[in-house]
Structures are given as structure tokens and as C-alpha cells.
């Protein structure tokens, strides 16, 4: 480790403020063009700085997945720290840090937060996304009450702190200087401010090693090193050219000594290969046809993919889709599988309210409480600080646990490694008991939930308006009519716009999205989706729960067809939208 002292000066630049920079679920996103903008991304930060009053001589951890115009901001971002009063930047090799990763950093090293450069599943690269958002104390990300008090001073800023040399730029900026050995791990700086005599220290920290050292605790390591040594056994894992590829490698390959062939797009690229890396059947299609035995003849045993920060997971078996729901609930009923669940008293699980209700029917066989909550993984911190829930998951590929408080997708893996496993330790070989086979059961014991979700994205303003007024007037006049929706079969029992109110701070959440419920317990939902940088996308849902073994496997699609066109007709999603079929079908 090498040790330097440098004098810096703070310079506070006039500004004004930028009227679009209101956070989303998941912090600010916007194109790479608008945060290239003049003072747009200073503004942002100091307004996020300004936020954080008890800041000074804290310690904060700083990366990123790794898109396009990462690496500019971690510079500007580490001199408006200094200049902002905090002590101490721990910053990943390379400017990389999985989401997951961030919120395991926090905990484990007790630190005051961290900043977080993604857009997560949404595409990188100069005419794509970027992001920033604010993780607390607790690991999850910073809640309403102070995403908003961002926003409210971003809206009346007038100027923004950053630190330069004192003889800059005469001189070369030291600041400058340590960021461009980002690659060399464990190089830690100090500087100190010549007005204050306050010091600021940047250490590079491994991207991996405090992740990894938690998942060991997690997982039994030597377990699953064992069992996928086995000649009937294989696997892909495809990383999506986002920042899990350094994570995969390291985990499943140096420590579980799998070959290096069982990895997919490990390479972080700035704009991830040119592809969209958000893990679903339509953008990970590469390795959905590599899974299908009448495609690949060597299709894998258990497969996943990674979105672009690491906090999603879609799992695939042998020609098998497992859906998020399913997902959540396969692991929620065998959680004794899995290492970090036996050690502690499950209690609840929570999902988000688009999401299948498969884990509220093991919720109430294993006599646990199920919540759920608007979508936004802030909205299970709560739940998971108070003891009340120890798994949670979103539809949108999302499934964590309290080891953390983000979504984990490579936890989500280990979790079904290690189901997978369990399940066949005593069989042998070439008896091997399947993805396919293991939810199977899952869905003879509980039932299933047939679930699809369409997105429409690039949905304009004036359209949407329009939409979502025939919505609300159509709930209306549905509900006083008796529930009768057209000539659907099945009456409405409920159609209402989701507020939650949360168990632990009683705070209410309103307008999460608009729900039409049949007295037979199907449904589809209608939301506006909080993680697109630009325009709007429209995202409905449908389900439909049955026990009905003989329908277990037909298609999705045609078992909720009947769900599907009365929710298309009666909102005149086509006619309104302007559009014939939905983008994105998962």
C-alpha cells in the first residue's frame, strides 16, 4: 500500500438548478447525454451531499457497473466528496462495484453509505443510460423522505463545492493522479484541505473479496464445489457483458472450481456488448436457445443470467424457464436447503405487488407472514431490519434476502445451486433430479401461478394521460356495475390503485399501480415502470393461480389468454397506445 499527502482547496462554481433530476425507484436515470451536460451531475450530487448534514469525516464506498461514463463520474464524484467534507472514499478496482456488493460493504464494514453509478438492466453506452443512487447506513437504498429532500435541494441550488490543487492546474491534479491507478488495488491516498486542515483519504478496495467473504458464510462452499464436479452435471452462467462477469469468475470458477467454459459474456463492457443486459427470455435469448436440448445438444443442467449491476437473476433449467415468482417461492419452501436460511427462524417473506402470489400460498403452509409492497427494493428494508421478513422478490428478476438489503442475482444463483444439490445428494449418477423436475413438485404441493408481464416502452405523454383516465373512470363504472368487466365470465372483485402502508413506520405509499382482481383470484395489473431514462413504459401484468395438474403444463400464454384479452380490450391498450403488440413479453 502506498501512502501520499496532498493539499487541496475547495472551489464552489455558481450553478442553477436542473429541473429534471426528481429520483426514480432506484435513484436518478437519465441518458448519458443529459448527465454530460454542463454542472448536471455536480448538481445532482452536491444537492445529495446537502442532504447528509452529519457527513463530514464519514466514510462512503463509490462504483459502478461499469457503462459508459462511469469512470467520469467516479472522478468528479470523489473531488466533490472531499470538497463536501467526507473523510474517507473506498472506491472498486477499476470503478467496479456490483449493487449487491455496495450494500455487503456497508454492512459488513459499518460504514455511513454509499453512492451507486448504474442503470441496472437498462442498455449503457454515449446515447444509452446512466445512473446514480444513494444507499444508507443499512445497505438498501435511501428512502422517499431523503431521495426527496434531494430533489428539493437540486431544485434550489446555487452552487456546487469540488476540490482541486492547490496549485491546479499549473500543476497536475492529484485527485487526478490516484484515479488513474483505479487498477491497482489497494493504493490509498491522503489529502488534506488547506482551508480546514480536514483530511480525505481514497482507497481502491477489491471489488469481490467482502462480497465473497459473505456469500462463504451464506453457502456451503465445499458443498456445491462437490456436488458440480459431477460428470452429469453443467452449467452456464451469462453475465451479460455487466459487472458480475469479475464476480462469476472469481466465485464459481477460482473457488468452486468450475470451468472456465461455463461462463458467458464476463467481460464488463461500457456498453455491454451492444446488448441489452436485463436477464429475460427476450434479451437473454443466446442463452435460452443454448438451454434448449433441441437446439444445443449439450444444454445445460442449471443456467442463469445477470443484469448489468448484478441485482437481477433469471434461472433456467434443460429447456425450463423458472418464472421470478416461482423462483422466490421454490426457495422460500426449501429454504432448509440452503445454509444461511437453516441458521435462522424463517418468519416472513415479502413480494412486490405485480409479482405472482406463488410464495403466498408457501407463506401460508409453512404458517409465515407474506407482505406485500410496492415495487422498489427500498420498500423491503423495513420488513427486513424489524425481523419481519427474511426473503423478498420482485417480478422483475429480483430475489434477495436480509444477508443484505438490495436484490442479489448471485445469491439468487447459490440459493439453487444449493437447492439443486441438496436435492441430489443421494442420487446417482445420471439420475439427476432437475430444475424442471424440482419445480414440478413445487407446483404439485402448492399449486401454480401462471404469470406474464408485457412492456411498452417509449409509451408518449399525451397517450398515457389519456390511458390511465380511462382506467380510473373504468374502475368506476365497473365497480358500481357490480364487477362486471365486458363479457368476462368471471365478475371483479376488487379494482382500486395500490397504496401500501408500511408495518414498521406506518408510512402510506399511494398510486402503485392500478389492479383489476376476479373473484376467482386471477388478475392483471397496470403500472408505469420507475426505471426508464426516457418516455414512459406501460407494464401490465397477468395471472392466473390453479391446481389443476392437467394444466401444469401447457403454455403460459395459453392458459392466461382469456386474462390477457379482456385486460388488452377493456383498457384499449392497442388503441390508445398506438401500438399493435407490447415490446417486451416475459
Known sequence: MSNYSHMFKV??????????????????????????????????????????????????????????????????????????????????????????????????????????????????????????????????PALENLTNQFYENSQRISSYQIAMHIDYPDQEDPFENTLRRIHQQGISDTYTCQETGNTFEIEIISSVDDYLHLMKNLFDFNQ???????????????????????????????????????????????????????????????????????????????????????????????GFFVSPADSLAVIAANADCIPHFRSQKLKGVARSMPTAAAVDFVA????????????????????????????????????????????????????????????????????????????MQHWETFGRNFFSRYDYDHCKAPAVSKLLEHVRELQTQTMKQGGQLLDYPVKLRLA???????????????????????????????RLSGTSSSDVTIRMYFERYTKDVSLFDHPVEQVLRPVIDIALKSLKIEQILEKSQPDVIT
Not at 470503478?95 to 456488493?101: E, H, M, R
Not at 448484478?310 to 434461472?315: P, Q
Not at 407472514?369 to 427486513?384: D, V
Not at 438490495?406 to 430444475?435: M, P, R, Y
Open 11 to 140: 472551489v464552489r462554481f455558481p450553478t442553477t438548478p436542473s429541473k429534471d433530476q426528481k429520483p426514480g425507484t432506484s435513484g436518478l436515470r437519465k441518458k448519458v447525454s443529459i448527465f454530460r451536460q454542463q454542472q448536471y451531475l455536480a448538481n445532482f450530487v452536491q444537492s445529495m451531499f446537502d442532504s447528509l448534514p452529519d457527513i463530514q469525516g464519514k466514510t462512503l464506498v463509490l462504483g459502478g457497473d461499469g457503462r459508459f461514463y462511469n469512470s467520469k463520474a467516479i472522478r468528479i464524484i470523489t473531488r466533490m466528496a472531499a470538497a463536501n467534507g467526507v473523510g474517507k472514499l473506498l472506491i472498486g478496482k477499476d470503478g467496479l462495484l456490483s449493487t449487491p456488493a455496495v450494500s455487503a460493504i456497508i454492512r459488513q464494514r459499518k460504514l455511513y453509505g454509499g453512492i451507486i453509478l448504474t442503470a441496472s438492466h437498462n442498455p449503457g453506452g454515449a446515447d444509452e443510460d446512466f445512473g446514480i443512487k444513494y444507499n444508507v447506513s443499512n445497505g438498501g
Open 496 to 526: 382500486d390503485s395500490f397504496t401500501y402502508i408500511d408495518p414498521v413506520d406506518h408510512s402510506k405509499t399511494e398510486n402503485q399501480g392500478y389492479r383489476f382482481v376476479f373473484e376467482d383470484n386471477s388478475r392483471f395489473v397496470l
Open 364 to 439: 401460508e403452509k409453512l404458517n409465515i407472514s407474506c407482505y406485500e409492497t410496492p415495487t422498489g427494493w427500498k420498500f423491503f428494508g423495513n420488513l427486513m431490519d424489524a425481523d419481519l421478513a427474511q426473503i423478498c422478490g420482485e417480478e422483475s428478476f429480483g430475489l434477495g434476502s436480509n444477508h443484505i438489503r438490495e436484490k442479489d442475482g448471485i445469491f439468487t444463483a447459490l440459493c439453487w445451486l444449493s437447492i439443486i444439490s441438496s436435492k441430489n445428494e443421494k442420487q446417482t449418477i445420471g439420475s439427476l433430479i432437475s430444475v424442471e423436475k424440482i419445480v
Open 224 to 318: 456445491l464445489k462437490q456436488f458440480a464436479s459431477r460428470s452429469d452435471f453443467s452449467m452456464l452462467l451469462n453475465s451479460m457483458n455487466g459487472v458480475t462477469g469479475i464476480y462469476t469468475r472469481r466465485i464459481f470458477v477460482e473457488e468452486l472450481g468450475l470451468p472456465k467454459e461455463y461462463l458467458m459474456n464476463d467481460t464488463p463492457k461500457e456498453d455491454f456488448g451492444g446488448h441489452h443486459p436485463d436477464p429475460n427470455l427476450t434479451y437473454a435469448h443466446d442463452l435460452v436457445e443454448l438451454c434448449d436440448p433441441k437446439k444445443n445438444k449439450r444444454a445445460p443442467v442449471f443456467a442463469a443470467a445477470f443484469d448489468g449491476d448484478g441485482d437481477r437473476c433469471m434461472i433456467l433449467g434443460t
